[in-house]
């Protein structure tokens, strides 16, 4: 081995380099920790939904000595207010995701 490289190699490997830092991706501007905060989000929405209808309905229950028919309905209204809040997140969510790309396409060209 010599003491000095070879400088056509280092010429090849720093446009290797050069190419493939081009080629690479960049990031969408949420990164893994954006969507797990996103995930998480979402989950508490759908949960306190479900509380929330539950407590109503176990109340209503205990107010007028029913049978656990209050807290049936108002669970299952608790689980469609909760999945139509996570589905509107699911959309603000797409749509930051839509605008980021739009910007980054508008600023390639």
């Not at 969408?28 to 309905?57: H, P």
């Not at 656990?68 to 797409?94: C, D, K, Q």
């Amino acid at each position: 081995m010599s003491d000095h490289p070879d400088p056509d190699r280092l010429e090849a490997l720093e446009k290797r380099i050069k190419a493939a830092k081009v080629g690479k991706a960049e990031p969408s501007g949420q990164g893994g920790i954006a969507q797990t905060e996103m995930a998480w989000r979402m989950v508490v929405e759908m949960c306190s939904g479900l509380g929330i209808g539950f407590g109503i309905g176990y109340g209503l229950d205990a107010l007028f000595g029913t049978l656990p028919i209050f807290m049936v309905v108002f669970t299952l209204l608790g689980l469609v207010a909760g999945v139509r809040v996570m589905m509107r997140s699911a959309a603000e969510m797409n749509e930051k995701r839509a605008a980021a790309e739009a910007s980054r396409t508008k600023e390639g060209r």
